[in-house]
């Protein structure tokens, strides 16, 4: 018989999050798919079109059935306090949806949460569980309350301590902990013993060099260093200017940054203040579907993320990496040891440590004039993404942990 799952996630179609694909992709393989989410609203943070508090609570996508519990919009520059109350107010909310409805509805043989930011929308989940007595599925990609309290001034021990110990609570609740990042295992460990529950589920990404070929503003020529994505406050782009500001002698070198998020009107400022229009150009938005025809235009692809002292932050691997090697693409970073290490050790491209503003546009202006491992490091990304990173390699791992 197949198998009935329950997705917990609080951002789903339309917005673009990896719980669509494993929706969908289960689906196709034969299980009946529900979804609990809330009402899309990310990254631009106000409802999309269509959507409401009245408007298409339910729905289905690719066969499977989606509820919407109400949640406050984040908002277009949200603070701590208007994140906090989308996050409240979704794990509040998608509480009456397990009370009246789904603790009535099919005994699931498995939830899988969607756990990227916040932790809180485990809850339903939780609830569930326990009152059905399903087992739960958590996949890790994002270390809370790290997440939280490593970005405030003057982090409330309060709150620190309550997110921590309901994470705790979502890991000794969870049959199997799923990991984006080998570096989040001893994260994931350090309030308790979850090593034989911790299981390594990296992210995927849609094969980039198989899609259709879209037509795209023309770019700049010269060496193009590109960066897609979201540009949010983790991205560290005060350094990434600062890059710029030291390779712009090189007229050769041109920066593109295609993508949205809350530091992209900062950015733009920033740019127009220091004369960069010349080496810079910001693209803005494009579908998922567009992305191969920009790749296609890079010389290389850069990642970064913020300097801090985190470690959360220098374990990560963003997922925009599994995009850049579905591309066949080197990597050029200026971030922590967990994508450092990992590109060192499949040899697609070069790393320094965040923060080292000098170290990363001395690697940019060599690259810019010498270009001999370029096509070597694209190759060995291209290949490492073939053999470990498809979506239908994913799903078929997710299928063998979900009937352990």
């Known amino acids: 018989m197949p198998k009935r799952v329950l997705i917990v996630a609080q951002n789903f179609y339309p917005e673009f999050f990896k719980s669509n694909d494993i929706a969908s992709e289960l689906v196709e393989r034969g299980y009946f798919v529900d979804v609990l989410t809330g009402i899309p609203n990310y990254p631009e943070g106000e409802f999309y079109d269509g959507y409401g508090i009245f408007s298409r609570r339910r729905e289905e996508y690719k066969g499977a059935k989606v509820y919407r519990a109400f949640q406050l919009p984040r908002g277009k520059r949200p603070g701590a306090v208007r994140l906090s109350l989308n996050y409240l107010s979704w794990a509040f909310c998608s509480t009456f949806w397990i009370l009246f409805y789904f603790v009535f509805k099919h005994r699931y043989d498995a939830i899988i949460v969607h756990q990227t930011s916040p932790i809180t929308q485990a809850w339903p989940a939780l ?6 007595r399903t087992p739960i599925y958590t996949w890790v990609l994002d270390i809370w309350p790290d997440s939280v309290t490593g970005f405030l001034r003057k982090p409330s021990r309060v709150i620190e301590a309550t997110l921590g110990w309901f994470t705790n609570v979502v890991y000794r609740r969870s049959k199997r ?21 911790i ?6 990404c849609d094969d980039i060099l198989a899609m259709p070929t879209k037509e795209i503003p023309t770019l700049a020529k010269g060496f193009r260093v590109m960066m897609a994505g979201n540009m949010s406050d983790a991205t560290g782009l005060e350094d990434v200017v600062e890059v710029m500001k030291r390779t712009a002698h090189n007229p050769n070198i041109i920066f593109i940054f295609v993508g949205v998020g809350n530091r992209v009107e900062w950015l733009n400022q920033r740019v127009k203040e220091e004369n960069l229009e010349r080496c810079c150009a910001i693209v803005g938005r494009y579908p998922f579907d567009y992305m191969a025809s920009f790749y296609r235009e ?29 591309a066949g693409k080197p990597i050029v970073g200026m971030i922590g040891s967990g994508v450092s290490q990992f590109v060192k050790t499949i040899d697609c491209g070069i790393c320094v440590p965040s923060g080292d503003i000098e170290g990363c546009a001395s690697i940019i202006l060599w690259l810019a004039e010498n270009r001999p491992n370029l096509e070597r490091w694209g190759n060995n990304a291209r290949n490492y993404y073939i053999n470990h990173f498809t979506k239908s390699q994913s799903i078929s791992n997710l299928e063998e942990i979900i009937a352990d």
């Open 199 to 204: 299981v390594d589920f990296p992210n995927w």
């Open 298 to 326: 890079a010389d290389v692809m850069f990642i970064s993320l913020k300097q801090t002292n985190l470690p959360h932050l220098e374990a990560t691997i963003p997922a925009r990496l599994q995009s850049y090697m579905s």
């Open 177 to 197: 902990i799923l990991i984006s990042s080998p570096g989040f295992r001893a994260l994931v460990n350090r309030d308790g013993d979850y090593d034989d529950k």
């Open 127 to 132: 609830l569930l569980g326990a009152l059905r």
